[in-house]
């Protein structure tokens, strides 16, 4: 517990396809600490919109959706995701999604309509928070912040590799100008900007393989006694 009662928190930002989600579950995993994936909730807001017909550009109607959906994620990794009831972690994932979910995030009245929800997240023994603002926004008071980059290219060749995978039909120019897009909005919106905290550590892993980027963080952890 920090000096406020509240159990500590790490925070891993950076933009999609730099490894934040599988760093983010590796050590939640290993520390036995709940995990918050940001970025599902802003995902989920945007397929509850489909579902429910709410336009993008509906602040208000948005903020409804994000205050009044019950969801729930499965402590199994990867975990199934249920909004109302149903099964969504398929749509979640989707490409689709992620580009929605960047353009309603920009709506500053949802991302404080989320934040409660967010903070519901801590909880002891620990939390392993991964987004966009959680060093900097969500959790400032975060005992250990790391920002994860790496260069587009690397990115969607990543992603394009885990959706050939999964057999799905891509193209990888289509993929870096979606990614390239994606890091646009995200980095210059005025409310919560993708930018690392200023006592964030930050890692490029363009170079390097996971286990390599879980070495450098494990190492950190060690510093902050953790
Ligand atoms: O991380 P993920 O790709 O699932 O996030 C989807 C989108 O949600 C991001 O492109 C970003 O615009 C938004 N997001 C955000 N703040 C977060 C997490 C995600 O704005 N903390």
Known sequence: MNDKGLPPVITIDGPSGTGKGT???LL???LHW???DSGALYRIVGIAAMHNRVDANDAQALCGLAR????EFSSVFPGSITLHGL???GEVRLEQAGALASRIAAIPQLRAALLQR????RQAPGLVADGRDMGTVVFPDAVCKFFLTASAETRA???YKQLKDKEVSVSLPGLLSDIQARDERDSTRAVSPLKPAKDALIIDT????IEQVMAIVRQELKSHQL
């Open 28 to 30: 939640a995993n290993e």
């Open 23 to 25: 760093i983010a579950q």
């Open 68 to 71: 009044n959906m019950h969801v």
């Open 206 to 209: 363009g170079p390097l393989a």
């Open 34 to 36: 709940h995990i918050l």
């Open 87 to 89: 099964e969504i972690s």
């Open 118 to 121: 967010q903070h519901d997240f």
């Open 157 to 159: 060749q990543r992603r």
